[in-house]
């Protein structure tokens, strides 16, 4: 098991890299995390909904992501609330408090998706959340030591040293364990180091020294590694870094508050004449319009479309519009783009009704039951397939679906006949419920090229941009940088 001083130390990634490292040593091997939160999320062969960073580390494994890798998912839908997710279907929207009191029974749950997967596989790669020093969430624990215990897993706890202090970390962790749990954990992985490990060797020598426990090893910082992000958008994204390349489309995707499935970008961001960035805030008056701007899913439409009226980013929205910029709307985004937005069931928030950005003809009502599903489709001209999925409780209907996007042929593996998205009759506006879509290399091309041609520039070939396979790069760092003997004889249970 993995487990960290706190949250963003690199957890999720430590666990994919163990995932490729065993599978590579012959095992099969599975990932785990009992409970995940995070707006970022996949769905399976079955139509479950779980966290993307279960997904990634089951790509790496080489096998079929499955609800019992995270049986449950929080999906934060406001400040103090979220919507629960358990073995991939929506229970409620919960506060805090009243998920604290749903907990007990979600134990089983956490047993039985433990059971299963160890019976399918050799080695399973647990990952915790946060960290389990947490005093005031012990009598509440499904996701650390709680999970460590009931696994008997030896517990690797790693800490980052790029955010300075990491030897007060580890051994605060240390000291606000129990005993029982002190014994769990093996060894220490020192994450994200910069600069000559040589002038940290002194303190790795008295850490060991003081907590009797072995250092496994200093992993170190890698820029960019391409590897989907379980819930935040780095900051060096907020901004293009430098003056904007006159050479390059710019792209612009608003980040709301409760943005959900932000890796839908990460492969138009990898191509060659693409500046993509997440908008914090409005641009300034006089700054130079986009090419492209996004609006992206949301897991709370109602509150962030109040959000783009009360922030400025609907005047934005209509300056570019104005100005011909090619808008897009994905799952909730989509959904503000119309008229109006219903919720007579309070399914998204209290907000009855509200009227919507009005950039398309569409009325959304939203449905307690949740559509989740992978589809295959086709761009209505049929020239370009994509995979992609649903995850979204609304209905949208109104007279701009009669220019709809794509034609669904496949829905969970099934043969179907149905349409998705509208678009405005010059094109510019559209709108769709897939996630996905430009990971798709030739639609992701023949649209950019589309935005090329408004710039009077010359179409580009579709180039092979999809996320790299980086489970050699993430297995290297296990490799050079981790104690292998010491790792292999914790796993055989030696240690």
């Known amino acids: 098991m993995i487990q960290g001083t706190g949250s963003n130390v690199g957890k999720s990634v430590i666990a994919a890299a163990l995932c490729g490292y065993f599978r590579e040593e012959g095992f099969r091997v599975a990932p785990f995390k009992s409970q995940n939160m995070s707006n970022n999320s996949f769905v399976t062969a079955s139509g479950g909904e779980i966290g993307r960073a279960q997904a990634f580390q089951a790509q790496v494994c080489g096998i079929e992501p499955t609800v019992e890798m995270n049986p449950i998912l929080?999906?934060?839908?406001?400040?103090?609330?979220?919507?629960?997710?358990?073995?991939?279907?929506?229970?409620?929207?919960?506060?805090?408090?009243?998920?604290?009191?749903?907990?007990?029974?979600?134990?089983?749950?956490?047993?039985?998706?433990?059971?299963?997967?160890?019976?399918?596989?050799?080695?399973?790669?647990?990952e915790g959340a946060g960290s389990p020093a947490e005093i005031n969430l012990r009598?509440?624990?499904?996701?650390?030591?709680?999970?460590?215990?009931?696994?008997?897993?030896?517990?690797?706890?790693?800490?980052?040293?790029?955010?300075?202090?990491?030897?007060?970390?580890?051994?605060?962790?240390?000291?606000?364990?129990?005993?029982?749990?002190?014994?769990?954990?093996?060894?220490?992985?020192?994450?994200?180091?910069?600069?000559?490990?040589?002038?940290?060797?002194e303190g790795l020598t008295w850490l060991e020294a003081k907590t009797r426990k072995k250092v496994l090893g200093v992993l170190p910082f890698v820029k960019d590694l391409p590897v989907a992000q379980e819930d935040m958008i780095p900051e060096s994204k907020f901004e293009f870094?430098?003056?904007?390349?006159?050479?390059?489309?710019?792209?612009?995707?608003?980040?709301?508050?409760?943005?959900?499935?932000?890796?839908?970008?990460?492969?138009?961001?990898?191509?060659?004449?693409?500046?993509?960035?997440?908008?914090?805030?409005?641009?300034?008056?006089?700054?130079?319009?986009?090419?492209?701007?996004?609006?992206?899913?949301?897991?709370?439409?109602?509150?962030?479309?109040?959000?783009?009226?009360?922030?400025?980013?609907?005047?934005?929205?209509?300056?570019?519009?104005?100005?011909?910029v090619s808008i897009i709307g994905i799952c909730g985004g989509y959904q503000m783009l119309g008229l109006r937005l219903l919720d007579p069931e309070r399914v998204e928030s209290e907000v009855h009704s509200a009227e919507g950005l009005g950039l398309l003809d569409l009325t959304t009502c939203f449905?307690?039951?949740?559509?989740?599903?992978?589809?295959?489709?086709?761009?209505?001209?049929?020239?370009?397939?994509?995979?992609?999925?649903?995850?979204?409780?609304?209905?949208?209907?109104?007279?701009?679906?009669?220019?709809?996007?794509?034609?669904?042929?496949?829905?969970?593996?099934?043969?179907?006949?149905?349409?998705?998205?509208?678009?405005?009759?010059?094109?510019?506006v559209w709108g769709t419920y897939l996630h996905g879509i430009f990971d798709a290399p030739s639609f992701r091309r023949d649209f950019l090229n589309t935005v090329r041609k408004q710039r009077g520039w010359a179409p580009l070939e579709p180039s092979q941009v999809d996320r790299p396979d980086v489970r050699d790069s993430l297995v290297a760092l296990i490799r050079t940088h981790v104690d292998l003997v010491t790792l292999n004889g914790i796993l055989g249970g030696q240690i």
């Open 241 to 324: 870094q430098g003056p904007q390349d006159p050479d390059k489309l710019t792209v612009e995707v608003i980040l709301l508050p409760h943005i959900s499935n932000s890796t839908d970008f990460d492969s138009l961001e990898m191509e060659p004449d693409v500046s993509l960035r997440f908008l914090a805030r409005v641009p300034a008056s006089g700054n130079k319009l986009p090419d492209v701007l996004i609006l992206p899913g949301s897991k709370s439409t109602m509150s962030d479309l109040a959000y783009l009226k009360s922030s400025g980013f609907k005047t934005y929205i209509y300056r570019c519009r104005k100005a011909c």
């Open 74 to 126: 929080l999906k934060p839908s406001s400040e103090t609330g979220a919507q629960v997710v358990v073995l991939g279907r929506p229970v409620n929207v919960m506060t805090a408090r009243e998920y604290h009191k749903f907990q007990p029974q979600l134990v089983g749950v956490i047993r039985d998706s433990l059971e299963k997967l160890s019976r399918q596989y050799d080695v399973l790669v647990i």
């Open 139 to 201: 009598s509440c624990d499904i996701v650390n030591m709680a999970v460590a215990k009931m696994a008997a897993a030896p517990v690797l706890l790693v800490g980052d040293i790029n955010l300075g202090g990491v030897f007060a970390s580890l051994i605060g962790t240390l000291e606000l364990l129990t005993e029982e749990e002190r014994s769990l954990i093996k060894g220490f992985l020192i994450n994200k180091f910069r600069g000559d490990i040589s002038l940290l060797e």
């Open 367 to 428: 449905e307690r039951e949740k559509q989740t599903v992978r589809v295959r489709a086709a761009d209505i001209e049929g020239r370009h397939e994509v995979a992609g999925y649903e995850i979204h409780m609304g209905r949208t209907n109104g007279a701009s679906t009669a220019r709809p996007v794509f034609r669904i042929l496949e829905e969970m593996g099934k043969p179907t006949e149905r349409f998705d998205g509208a678009k405005t009759e010059d094109d510019l």
